[in-house]
């Protein structure tokens, strides 16, 4: 199930390497401390959730409503579990490029574990197409990382950028009670920003996409009349349509509507999954539906700790090294005596920040 979004201002420069090395060390200690504590499910439970995760930024030092938090985090996240198998937690992907080598990261993997990798990486291909396709709010994907368990539990965390508005936009992604990739996905959504959304998978809207599907298996020269009655009658229009249009070139769609009418996918979830159908190809098909059967498009968008170490550019103060160690060691020495003697080490966890819950009580009075 889709667990929401956070929208982020696109921030330039790169997390200074001694950060990063940091960031490892500490976003390491801090989730074998949750593992030990809670279990490894607790811990996707939680990377899933898009105000823990930017929690998580933020007690790592990035600053707390910057777009590389995502990715930063991510890949200090991925180096930290590369080495550690033995709880068996898996994380693939990144930015850009290395986003497109998932498929096959995922697949070495479940080769490695004996599983079999297509489920993860069916996975992994439609919550992409999703986010990037059939809910079309203005941002194009350019951050995948997908994290896995042993026991094929996954989450994701993906980023797109609208360079016209200068704002990012994150998507969690959690597997657990996951029934369809196509119908309302999302669990929780956080925005403050309003862009064009067009959301073809609004609960509401079921009848659009069957009817979608049915209309990608017509003959294509009919699709390609009825875009091209669309864009020639634009004014009548309401604005929003205007634009959806203004983009959408009837002849590039030819060959994509061409291989929907020869292969005929039985629902919206396999229409989504055909290579080549994307955001243009299911606009141009909803505004056919509009336009034939009355069956209007959904424009409804699922969106409505610095404090601890600081954060890298100085907000709300300039790192400290030297505290940012302690941490680190203290976490490091809580887990490695866990292992050893776990439930005696997590309670005197909790008696030190009971104490420390006191201590500050009286400061306070």
Not at 103 to 110: F, N
Not at 150 to 159: A, E, L, P, R, S
Not at 337 to 349: F, Q, V, W
């Amino acid at each position: 199930m889709k667990k929401g979004y956070l929208d982020l201002p696109l921030h330039g420069g790169r997390c200074p390497r001694w950060l990063f090395e940091k960031m490892k060390v500490l976003a390491r200690g801090i989730c074998e401390a949750i593992i030990w504590e809670f279990g490894l499910e607790y811990l996707l439970h939680r990377l899933a959730d898009p105000f823990w995760f930017q929690s998580l930024g933020c007690l790592l030092g990035f600053d707390w409503h910057s777009s590389g938090l995502t990715t930063t985090v991510c890949g200090a996240l991925k180096e930290a579990f590369s080495d550690l198998e033995e709880y068996g937690v898996y994380i693939c992907g990144g930015k850009g490029s290395v986003s497109r080598s998932t498929p096959q990261e995922i697949e070495r993997i479940s080769q490695k574990i004996g599983k079999d990798p297509a489920p993860l990486i069916f996975a992994s291909r439609m919550v992409a197409k999703v986010d990037n396709s059939a809910l079309q709010d203005g941002f194009n994907l350019y951050h995948h990382t997908f994290i896995f368990t042993h026991k094929f539990n996954w989450v994701v965390i993906q980023q797109g950028m609208s360079s016209d508005y200068c704002w990012a936009r994150r998507y969690h992604w959690y597997s657990q009670k996951v029934t369809s990739f196509v119908e309302e996905p999302h669990l929780g959504v956080v925005s403050d920003k309003s862009f064009l959304t067009l959301n073809l998978v609004d609960k509401d809207r079921g009848k659009l996409r069957s009817l979608v599907t049915e209309l990608s298996q017509r003959k294509t020269q009919d699709n390609i009349k009825d875009i091209g009655l669309l864009k020639t009658s634009a004014e009548r229009l309401p604005s929003r349509h205007r634009i959806l249009l203004e983009d959408i070139n009837p002849q590039y769609l030819h060959k994509v509507f061409l291989t929907t009418y020869m292969r005929k996918p039985k629902d919206f979830e396999s229409l989504l999954g055909l290579e080549g159908v994307g955001l243009k190809t299911l606009r141009a098909l909803a505004l056919i539906s509009d336009l034939i059967y009355g069956e209007s498009v959904s424009f409804k968008d699922p969106a409505r700790f610095s404090f601890a170490h600081g954060g890298k550019d100085g907000y709300p103060y300039k790192i400290s090294l030297g505290d940012y160690q302690k941490t680190i060691d203290s976490l490091a020495r809580i887990v490695n005596k866990a292992k050893l003697e776990r439930g005696n080490k997590i309670e005197a966890l909790r008696r030190l920040y009971k104490f420390y819950q006191s201590l500050k009580g009286k400061e306070e009075q």
